[in-house]
């Protein structure tokens, strides 16, 4: 799911028979151990959902199970609920649905937190809780939690950091300049990474394309638009005003 909805659907095609028929498995299983409710959810939920964004797949759907993606929904909050292995798993994809298809940045918000509260020092969840800070325009928030990671020696923490400081600088500080600066440094540093690394670049591209539009330079944002929507499908990224 990953790859297919970051435009890399390539990735996803040769496993796709085996991962369908361990998927039917498990949702045969689902009453017996609950953690089986994570993969049904995700099924009923992506099947229905995935399909509605990217009409394109219909004819391919149509081969397998039909989902429901309101049962999808109930599943998971069962997985994070009952599962013994896979909670968290499940709060993080709760979140991302809630952000990417429901539009719901105040429930994504709230998932991202619970999983930051839990992992305080896991990299990829505090990203995931920063972009959707940002998005629903929680700057202090942001702000005080990106701060953590200025003096890190790490460049993935660094890239984070560079991130949120083009986002802040941008739309609550309205400095053009360096939100430039930062957002440039971010998509420096996210091309050392590679795919795991995308989502920033796009979000660091979107928002050039938002300065260089407002300058009147809509050559320059069209093209930033266009490598962004490259780097990742989420509309979110784009749809920000």
Same mark, same amino acid.
């Given at each position: 799911?990953?790859?297919?909805?970051?435009?890399? @659907?390539?990735?996803?095609?040769?496993?796709?028979?085996?991962?369908?028929?361990?998927?039917?498995?498990?949702? +045969?299983?689902?009453?017996?151990?609950?953690?089986?409710?994570? @993969?049904?959810?995700?099924?009923?939920?992506?099947?229905? !959902?995935?399909?509605?964004?990217?009409?394109? %797949?219909?004819?391919?759907?149509?081969?397998?199970?039909?989902?429901?993606?309101?049962?999808?929904?109930?599943?998971?909050?069962?997985?994070?609920?009952?599962?013994? %292995?896979?909670?968290?798993?499940?709060?993080?994809?709760?979140?991302?649905?809630?952000?990417?298809?429901?539009?719901?940045?105040?429930?994504?918000?709230?998932?991202?937190?619970?999983?930051?509260?839990?992992?305080? +020092?896991?990299?990829?969840?505090?990203?995931?809780?920063?972009?959707?800070?940002?998005?629903?325009?929680?700057?202090?928030? !942001?702000?005080?939690?990106?701060?953590?990671?200025?003096?890190?020696?790490? +460049?993935? +923490?660094?890239?984070?950091?560079?991130?949120? &400081?083009?986002?802040?600088?941008?739309?609550?500080?309205?400095?053009?300049?360096? !939100?430039?600066?930062?957002?440039?440094?971010?998509?420096?540093?996210?091309?050392?990474?590679?795919?795991?690394?995308?989502? %920033?670049?796009?979000?660091?591209?979107?928002?050039?394309?938002?300065?260089?539009?407002?300058?009147?330079?809509?050559?320059?944002?069209?093209?930033? &638009?266009?490598? &962004?929507?490259?780097?990742? @499908? %989420?509309?979110?990224?784009?749809?920000?005003?």
């Amino acid at each position: 799911m990953f790859w297919a909805d970051n435009g890399k @659907s390539a990735k996803v095609l040769p496993d796709l028979d085996n991962m369908y028929r361990n998927t039917i498995k498990g949702i +045969d299983l689902k009453e017996s151990f609950a953690d089986f409710y994570f @993969s049904s959810g995700l099924y009923n939920y992506y099947v229905d !959902a995935y399909v509605e964004a990217h009409p394109v %797949y219909k004819p391919v759907a149509s081969l397998f199970r039909k989902g429901n993606r309101a049962e999808g929904l109930k599943e998971l909050e069962i997985a994070i609920d009952r599962s013994r %292995y896979i909670k968290y798993e499940a709060i993080l994809f709760m979140s991302l649905i809630q952000l990417n298809y429901e539009r719901d940045l105040g429930k994504a918000e709230d998932y991202a937190a619970s999983l930051y509260n839990y992992f305080p +020092d896991n990299i990829y969840f505090l990203g995931q809780y920063l972009i959707i800070l940002l998005h629903n325009k929680n700057y202090m928030v !942001a702000s005080v939690l990106s701060n953590k990671l200025k003096q890190s020696g790490s +460049d993935f +923490d660094r890239m984070i950091f560079s991130m949120t &400081s083009g986002f802040i600088q941008e739309n609550q500080q309205h400095n053009t300049t360096e !939100a430039r600066r930062y957002y440039q440094e971010t998509i420096d540093l996210a091309d050392r990474f590679g795919p795991i690394a995308d989502l %920033y670049a796009s979000i660091a591209y979107a928002g050039l394309s938002r300065i260089a539009n407002q300058k009147g330079q809509l050559k320059e944002a069209k093209k930033y &638009s266009r490598i &962004s929507r490259q780097l990742s @499908s %989420y509309e979110f990224i784009r749809d920000f005003e």
